[in-house]
């Protein structure tokens, strides 16, 4: 079993920054792909970056070039949001690809205002 843990959204003006948290914690060997998804209610839940075990990354077209994915040695993940976007609004969940599935955190508020 897998807790995830979201922190660091809030609101921010169109053009700032910032830089959302995912604590990992649980029966987890060595590095999964895990990834940032955002939703914005009664739409479906959207991938906005992931990274493999091997630390390969990919970003959805519209975060290109604003947000960075990473993660330490500690399964920590983190999202370098820059350069925001009232579209960038929404709740924000980490993942984890667990036992051939998708495993969400309770996901963290961003608001960007314009």
């Known amino acids: 079993q897998v807790q995830l843990v979201e922190s660091g959204g809030g609101l921010v003006q169109a053009g700032g920054s910032l830089r959302l948290s995912c604590a990992a914690s649980?029966?987890?060997?060595?590095?999964?792909?895990m990834a940032w998804y955002r939703q914005v209610p009664g739409t479906k839940r959207e991938l906005v970056a992931r990274?493999?075990?091997?630390?390969?990354t990919d970003y959805a077209d519209s975060v290109k070039d604003r947000f960075t994915i990473s993660r330490n040695n500690k399964n920590m993940l983190y999202l370098q949001m820059n350069n925001l976007k009232s579209e960038d609004t929404a709740v924000y969940y980490c993942?984890?690809?667990?036992?051939?599935?998708?495993?969400w955190g309770q996901g963290t508020q961003v608001t960007v205002s314009s």
């Open positions: 990274i493999t075990p091997g630390g390969s």
């Open positions: 993942s984890i690809y667990y036992w051939g599935r998708n495993l």
């Open positions: 649980g029966s987890i060997s060595g590095f999964n792909h």
